[in-house]
């Protein structure tokens, strides 16, 4: 079971999604859940199946007494690195809650300081806390549906099914139809290949 929260009420929750992907944003969420909000399903997005997922979604937006979502996409992925997008996406999440927090519980062991409000983070903190959850939740639905958008528009990367991640069908694509502007270039997209002069 999930705990209800770490410390305070208006604690909130945040968690990203796609950081490991070569194509697409990473993605974050911020979620306050009220007070003794609990679903039998709920649980780190990563043990879930699509569906169930897709079943909470509704359920945490409706329920939650505020939560964002925010994108940070390829182009800034790329000059500021992924690490620093992962941090700047959680806080965009956290600027765009109409209600500030007084405290911010963190999925992972690294986080940049939020401006004035204390925060904690906290390992595999999606599998422990019904916030973390609920926000990986989000995360991982809001961006499956972007990369599923931008799917029609580049058929042949699959990322309807792979979502950007470094699938050996997403390498095989980009080793034969190059790289896209959706696809983030700092990252090195292909295994580094050797060959032998002999």
Not at 101 to 106: A, E, G, Q, R, T
Not at 154 to 160: D, H, L, Q, S, T
Request: aromatic share 10%.
């Amino acid at each position: 079971m999930l705990k209800e929260r770490y410390k305070y009420l208006d604690e909130a929750g945040t968690d990203e999604a796609g950081r490991g992907c070569l194509a697409g944003p990473v993605t974050a969420a911020a979620i306050i859940l009220p007070q003794n909000f609990g679903h039998l399903l709920l649980n780190d997005s990563k043990q879930l199946s699509e569906d169930k997922r897709d079943l909470l979604r509704p359920i945490l937006e409706k329920e939650a007494i505020s939560f964002s979502v925010c994108h940070v996409f390829q182009e800034e992925i790329d000059k500021i690195n992924i690490l620093n997008a992962s941090f700047l996406a959680m806080h965009r999440a956290l600027d765009a809650l109409e209600q500030s927090p007084s405290f911010i519980l963190v999925d992972g062991n690294r986080f940049k300081p939020y401006p004035n409000i204390h925060h904690k983070c906290i390992i595999k903190g999606d599998g422990k806390y019904r916030s973390i959850a609920a926000a990986s939740i989000l995360a991982k639905t809001y961006r499956d549906e972007y990369m599923q958008a931008i799917h029609e528009e580049f058929p042949m990367y699959n990322w309807k099914k792979n979502k950007g991640y470094p699938t050996k069908e997403h390498r095989e694509a980009i080793r034969k139809h190059g790289l896209t502007k959706y696809h983030r270039k700092s990252f090195r997209q292909l295994p580094e290949q050797l060959t032998l002069d002999i």
